[in-house]
């Protein structure tokens, strides 16, 4: 995925956060839809690929909101 770099400021963490003992809630901003690709990473900064933000926020079982403020 050589062209992630550029578009990302850091790398992406070299190691997976902490399990959580009860479930966590995942919220996909709305905006997300609006893309046909994102990307996703699994735990190092060479495995970022890339995936439909309907598929993502499927298997992260979120719920998509408006997070972002609109502006004006």
């Known amino acids: ?5 550029p578009a990302t400021p850091t790398p992406a ?3 997976p956060g902490p399990r959580h003992r ?6 996909a901003d709305r905006g997300l839809l609006g893309h046909r690709t994102v990307r ?3 735990g190092t900064p060479r495995t970022v690929f ?3 933000p309907a598929s993502l926020t499927e298997y992260a079982q979120g719920r998509i909101v ?6 004006a």
């Open 22 to 27: 009860r479930r966590t809630r995942v919220l």
């Open 66 to 71: 408006d997070v972002r403020e609109r502006t």
């Open 1 to 5: 995925m050589s062209d992630a770099a």
């Open 50 to 52: 890339p995936l439909d």
């Open 40 to 42: 996703a990473a699994a």
């Open 13 to 15: 963490p070299r190691a």
